[in-house]
């Protein structure tokens, strides 16, 4: 059971997640970062990490607070850094400040800007760190682009109750609500880019386009190794209003990448044997910091088996479809045992509308089980 202390300490840091998910869309690669001063149960101030290049957390938080904040707490979402870049090392201005007590959700992975801890410690400052999941999943994917090299992976898919993602016969256009499927939209509003398979394009042909106006659409790529994706498939003939790659084999046939580069589309040729690592390291290096993917069981499969996946969410709709063709969700390898099938943790339930919506994380993706100090060390 958490202790007062504890559940005070957390409740800040919730509500230093809430500032830093502010800086979506606007701080990448760097990344969410919210922070708040207090003394007792006043806040004294505030602030997030708002542009890239741009003050840290920390440093508005400060200011906001300015003489108040010696011999306050700061609580913020990620250690700060220890690190001249474009700006100066947040551990200093702490120092300046006169905090008497720092509480982190997370530790900085970077090499280079992370350890802001030795030096608040040194210098007399109280460090803990608590363990707060709205926060760690902020900082989800900055630490699989900086520790990984690709992108921080969300695999989404929809499913009748028995596990099928589509009729055999493809006559069940969509399995869940419209609710269910604004939520999906939400999630591509946020996505820096969305990925499905080349099956998916030839079976399903999506347009991949959030609903939501006002926000810059996710880049729709195709992983397609053959180049199969049509002329005529909706990402194709709206190449032009939306950017549209696919990532293909290493030497992709002529006309038909001319033919897809006419309509717009950018044709990314992939070395070797064009593996899902290769083609999550090419989005990477292109600017993909937040990859959502939606499309197709053996996708899926691939990512799941490469242990790509940073977390899953899966609508389950009311619907039994049976059949032993029917598709499922998730191809690949697959689990000998169950035994050796792929833990979740993290996992979180909610209802949209008549759809069950299940969130969590694989085990062995869980950043906040493979790094960092202790909860309250």
């Known amino acids: 059971m958490?202790?007062?202390?504890?559940?005070?300490?957390?409740?800040?840091?919730?509500?230093?997640?809430?500032?830093?998910?502010?800086?979506?869309?606007?701080v990448e690669p760097n990344p969410y970062v919210g922070a708040v001063v207090v003394r007792g149960d006043r806040v004294l101030g505030e602030g997030a990490h708002r542009d890239y290049g741009g003050p840290h957390a920390e440093v508005h938080a400060l200011r906001r607070a300015?003489?108040?904040?010696?011999?306050?707490?700061?609580y913020v979402?990620?250690?700060?850094?220890?690190h001249t870049g474009k700006t100066g090392p947040c551990?200093?201005?702490?120092?300046?400040?006169?905090?008497?007590?720092?509480?982190?959700a997370a530790l900085d992975p970077s090499p280079l800007a992370g350890g802001g801890r030795h030096r608040l410690r040194a210098g007399?400052?109280?460090?803990?760190?608590?363990?707060?999941?709205?926060?760690?999943?902020?900082?989800?994917p900055f630490v699989a682009?900086?520790?990984?090299?690709?992108?921080?992976?969300?695999?989404?898919?929809a499913m009748s109750l028995d596990g099928r993602i589509a009729a055999r016969g493809g006559a069940l256009r969509y399995l869940t609500s419209e609710a269910a499927r604004r939520a999906v939209h939400r999630e591509r509003a946020r996505a820096d880019a969305v990925l499905v398979g080349s099956g998916t394009v030839l079976a399903d042909d999506p347009q991949l386009t959030p609903w939501l106006t006002g926000g810059r659409p996710a880049t729709r790529v195709v992983l397609d190794r053959r180049l199969r994706t049509p002329p005529g498939a909706v990402v194709v003939r709206t190449a032009r209003e939306v950017a549209t790659w696919i990532l293909t084999g290493a030497k992709p046939d002529p006309a038909r990448a001319r033919r897809l580069e006419r309509a717009g589309v950018r044709i990314l040729p992939l070395r070797g044997r064009a593996s899902v690592g290769e083609a999550l390291r090419v989005l990477r290096r292109d600017g993909v910091h937040r990859l959502l993917v939606e499309?197709?069981?053996?996708?899926?499969?691939?990512?799941h088996d490469a242990g790509a996946v940073d977390r899953v969410q899966a609508f389950v709709a009311p619907h039994l479809i049976g059949e032993h063709d029917a598709l499922g969700a998730i191809g690949g390898r697959g689990a000998a045992r169950v035994t050796d099938a792929?833990?979740?943790?993290?996992?979180?339930?909610?209802?949209?509308?008549?759809?069950?919506v299940l969130e969590g994380e694989p085990a062995a993706r869980s950043w906040g089980q493979r790094a960092g100090l202790p909860a309250g060390s």
Request: hydrophobic share 50%.
């Open 77 to 82: 979402t990620l250690e700060p850094c220890s």
């Open 145 to 157: 682009y900086l520790e990984e090299d690709r992108p921080f992976v969300l695999l989404k898919w």
């Open 66 to 74: 300015g003489e108040a904040a010696r011999g306050a707490t700061l």
């Open 295 to 303: 499309g197709g069981a053996a996708l899926a499969g691939a990512l």
């Open 91 to 104: 551990d200093r201005r702490v120092l300046a400040a006169g905090v008497a007590r720092v509480v982190v």
């Open 2 to 26: 958490n202790s007062g202390a504890e559940t005070r300490d957390i409740a800040f840091l919730q509500r230093a997640a809430a500032l830093a998910a502010r800086g979506r869309g606007r």
């Open 342 to 356: 792929q833990a979740l943790v993290g996992l979180r339930a909610r209802w949209i509308g008549v759809d069950l």
């Open 124 to 140: 007399g400052v109280e460090f803990v760190r608590r363990s707060c999941a709205a926060a760690r999943r902020l900082i989800a």
